[in-house]
């Protein structure tokens, strides 16, 4: 297989309709083939141009003792340090804006995104005209994977703002050629008015969060709506949140719209984040590694993590000329798995997703909990409505785990007490020692984006025991 480096694709290009696969030959090669032939030249490539337009690499390299021709091997890439998003910050804050990785002129600079910068100054990425078309292929080619064709309406329920997923999607939809609905979120009133949209118009897709996927059904419930039978999604396709990788809220999602629920999604600086994403069958993210390599380690060794276990998620792009990422520490936590999957593809995959980050577990009593272990207790348990808090407090140097959730409209209240006792014996079993607290349908707040359901209340005690 001749490799040319960047690849340039054919835009015109589409598989046969009833193809199951958008490259049969790459996407099915033996594992060990693709690696020689396939990855191994590409990050070789992209690891010559890194260190001749990028001073951010060069210096880096340099100081690790580390040139590009050093690197014959993936065993030998795992010498290459890793990049942070701390070290990102730093440099941009240097080199302000787009810091010394840009690699590209300005003026071929495509788009411009970024964090939204609500812990600190933002993250900007400079995303080149070039690696703009190659991310429509990347993420079109996971599209067609888990099933959307040309005659498909796909609608976008995310912000267009400076966070990629939505423009991810745009971009695939318009290379895949099917008919893009970018609806949006953000707007007051937005949500009633896409629930007449998508009874009118009854696109096939639905691409979003998983929380506004539930908001909106409740929504729709709430005004008489049907989603399973008034709406007309085969499809939904979220990132963002580790949701759809929950079994339980995939099956509420599932059963809710009636459409297959997949899995999608990395972190905003490897965009393309649809570079992990499950296929049809879903059984867990397919990591393409022929277009973003994919590496879990081992977070106390640092080293590669084997088949079977659990690591932290590091990224490396193969196709990148503008801020390219190589041995991003993303800090999502997964397992990984190298067997077969009915598909056909031979990537490896993460069966359970991406079901948390290193900086959102949390530790009560010595325990590690992720917030996706609650999510699955909760919302396999009937007569939970959708939202929920998780709160940690400290009561006498002790952490406590509050468990705030809401009850279905349709619950009688004197059976409260019971799915009260049922979720704290469900947790219990869990290894976790709960507290829940039931309150009202429509108690807690709802989101059309990102939820953010876990509130650490321990810092604030502990100013407050100094204090006095």
């Not at 580390?66 to 340090?81: A, G």
């Not at 704290?424 to 059309?448: C, D, F, H, N, S």
Request: net charge neutral.
């Amino acid at each position: 297989m001749e490799m040319r480096w960047p690849p340039k694709y054919d835009g015109s290009y589409l598989p046969s309709p009833d193809s199951e696969y958008w490259n049969r030959k790459l996407e099915t090669m033996d594992p060990q083939e693709r690696e020689e032939r396939v990855i191994l030249p590409k990050l070789r490539a992209q690891l010559k141009y890194a260190y001749e337009h990028s001073p951010f690499y060069r210096r880096k390299w340099d100081r690790a003792g580390i040139r590009p021709e050093d690197i014959r091997s993936l065993e030998d890439f795992e010498h290459i340090p890793f990049v942070t998003k701390e070290g990102i910050r730093e440099d941009q804050r240097e080199y302000p804006p787009f810091g010394s990785n840009l690699c590209i002129p300005r003026g071929g600079v495509g788009r411009i995104h970024g964090t939204s910068g609500t812990t600190g100054k933002p993250t900007v990425f400079a995303v080149g005209k070039e690696d703009l078309d190659r991310i429509a292929e990347a993420h079109a080619r996971c599209m067609w994977n888990f099933g959307v064709r040309p005659e498909d309406t796909v609608f976008i329920g995310s912000f267009f703002s400076l966070y990629w997923g939505s423009w991810g999607a745009l971009l695939g939809t318009e290379r895949l050629g099917a008919t893009a609905f970018p609806f949006g979120a953000g707007v007051p009133g937005q949500t009633e008015r896409a629930l007449e949209w998508l009874k009118e118009i009854k696109p096939t897709v639905f691409y979003g969060t998983p929380s506004y996927a539930l908001y909106m059904a409740e929504k729709a419930k709430a005004r008489g709506y049907d989603p399973l039978r008034d709406f007309n999604f085969r499809i939904l396709f979220f990132s963002g949140e580790p949701g759809a990788g929950v079994p339980s809220t995939k099956k509420k999602i599932e059963e809710t719209f009636g459409g297959i629920c997949i899995d999608s999604g990395s972190t905003a600086e490897m965009t393309p984040w649809m570079s992990n994403c499950e296929c049809r069958y879903r059984t867990g993210m397919h990591l393409y590694q022929d277009i973003v390599y994919a590496e879990l380690v081992d977070p106390g060794t640092k080293k590669r993590a084997p088949y079977g276990s659990e690591g932290v998620t590091v990224y490396t792009h193969l196709e990148r000329t503008s801020q390219p990422m190589i041995r991003f520490w993303a800090g999502d936590i997964a397992m990984w798995v190298d067997d077969p999957c009915p598909c056909g593809r031979t990537y490896p995959r993460l069966p359970r997703g991406i079901y948390g980050r290193a900086d959102d577990m949390f530790v009560v009593r010595g325990e590690n909990v992720y917030p996706s272990a609650i999510e699955d207790v909760i919302r396999s348990i009937e007569g939970f409505g959708d939202e929920y808090r998780i709160i940690i407090t400290r009561e006498e140097a002790m952490d406590e785990l509050i468990i705030k959730a809401e009850y279905a409209p349709e619950v009688d209240p004197a059976h409260v007490p019971k799915l009260k006792a049922r979720l704290e014996t469900e947790l219990k079993i869990k290894g976790l020692r709960a507290t829940v607290q039931m309150v009202p349908p429509g108690t807690l707040e709802r989101t059309e984006f990102k939820a953010r359901r876990v509130i650490d209340s321990r810092d604030l005690y502990e100013e407050m025991r100094k204090k006095g």
